[in-house]
């Protein structure tokens, strides 16, 4: 297929790289966002989010006219929707979280009022099994002129694809061009445009599939990694009852060349391993039996670290009968839900540190180097400070997140704090 014009809905983590990158290759991209922040932000030629090397693409991009942004989608010949896919309050029949497509749905609805014979639209975000076939019934219902993959097949006017990104935040430029894609079209036909599309900018390989195995295929890779991080979470919490240092355990584990144990953390956070497990949970619940046991399991910790943390200052008080609570400082070693980045989405780090707020303590500090100022609602709930203020002041340091500054960090200088280490970087 020829096309000329690629829009990008959703200019977030996933989609401001997506359209950066087949701007780079000058394709005339225009931005849809919801956020008018976002969209004033981006046709300045700045970014709003944290990501290496996007800053010098957008600004390019802008500058020389291949990108713009807007709130309302314009006509194109590509349209590749990348809006959250979160889920909805838990349902109190079966306590599983169901997949909110709100804003997917709401993403076919605006598109629709521009679409045309022959175009393309590609879902990207990250759903549960059957959520092309959805989108593309929602174009339909909005678009009855034109004819969809559902009902005329091959011979549809429009074609439709779900490509799911599989990109890790502070990689996502090199992730984007390298990793391979798994492409799954409703059709031949919408798979092989998909693929023309993709290759523009992927140097990796395009692998075709169907839409229901594609998007199952994202789903499984992330839960694979939460079972995975699961059974690290579990035996960290084991090891803990029984004395046992648990990273040194995992070491001398992971000697033997067939175990490759990861290491325990708070939680599991981010919006894609924390939330992508309940996809398949919520389609199969009575088969995805060890998927709903890890999810549970990374679920748990972080109260788990939260009940540490009270031990810790039971103790402290218990050392120092002359104070109360309302005299403990608290200082909590990162808010982002991986190390490096500044995403708080689905952050384990995030909510220990916000529980930690509602315990009437003298003060809440936090370390967070890789955010410069905390989001409004998070302003009255503890205060960001630089490590050395947090080390001086606290009584109890929690590290919550391996971001590159705190490994330098010594053992020593935590001589006369009580230390909550849910990472292992003072192990040493």
């Known amino acids: 297929m020829s096309y000329n014009t690629i829009s990008v809905i959703g200019l977030g983590y996933i989609g401001l790289p997506t359209a950066a990158m087949f701007a780079s290759k000058q394709k005339r991209v225009i931005g849809v966002d919801v956020n008018q922040h976002t969209v004033d932000t981006i046709n300045e030629g700045n970014i ?6 996007l800053d010098k693409m957008v600004k390019k991009a802008v500058d020389e006219g291949f990108l713009k942004a807007t709130i309302i989608p314009e006509p194109a010949d590509i349209f590749l929707i990348a809006v959250p896919t979160p889920f ?13 497509l709100s804003y997917v749905k709401a993403s076919a609805k605006a598109v629709a009022k521009v679409l045309k014979k022959g175009d393309l639209v590609i879902l990207e975000s990250t759903s549960p099994v059957g959520a092309t076939e959805q989108m593309s019934a ?16 091959e011979d549809s006017d429009i074609r439709i694809a779900y490509c799911p990104e599989r990109v890790l935040p502070g990689q996502v430029i090199h992730e984007l061009i390298e990793n391979d894609r798994v492409i799954g079209g409703m059709t031949d036909k919408c798979s092989q445009a998909s693929i023309e599309v993709y290759k523009t900018f992927v140097q990796g390989d395009c692998v075709v599939t169907n839409a229901r195995t594609a998007e199952m295929a994202k789903l499984t890779e992330n839960s694979s990694r939460d079972v995975s991080i699961a059974f690290a979470n579990e035996l960290s ?16 584990a992971n ?7 990861l ?10 391993i924390a939330v992508d497990p309940w996809f398949i949970i919520s389609k199969t619940p009575h088969e995805s039996r060890l998927i709903h046991t890890a999810r549970q399991v990374n679920d748990f910790k972080p109260q788990w ?13 218990s050392e120092n009968q002359n104070k109360t609570i309302k005299d403990v400082t608290i200082a909590c070693f990162g808010l982002t839900f991986k190390p490096n980045i500044d995403d708080l989405r689905e952050s384990p780090a995030l909510e220990i540190t916000k529980e930690l707020a509602k315990l009437n303590l003298h003060k809440l500090l936090a370390v967070e180097p890789n955010i410069d100022e905390l989001p409004e609602n998070l302003k009255d709930d503890f205060e960001l400070v630089s ?20 490994k330098s960090m010594k053992k020593c200088v935590f001589s006369d704090i009580k230390v909550i280490d849910t990472k292992g970087m003072l192990v040493s």
């Open 48 to 53: 709003h989010i944290n990501e290496p090397g």
């Open 88 to 100: 909805l309050s838990v349902d109190t029949e079966d306590s599983i979280p169901k997949p909110d």
């Open 138 to 153: 929602w174009l339909a219902e909005e678009r009855p002129d034109l004819s969809f993959p559902q009902t005329l097949g």
């Open 237 to 252: 919490i084991i090891c803990d009852k029984l004395d046992i240092n648990v990273w040194e355990l995992i070491n001398l």
């Open 255 to 261: 000697l033997h060349p067939r175990v490759n144990i």
């Open 263 to 272: 290491q325990p953390g708070p939680g599991v956070g981010g919006h894609c």
């Open 305 to 317: 670290v939260i009940e540490k943390v009270k031990l810790a200052i039971t103790e402290f008080l």
């Open 387 to 406: 490590i050395d203020t947090a080390i001086e002041s606290s009584n109890i340091s929690v590290l919550l997140v391996d971001h590159t500054e705190f």
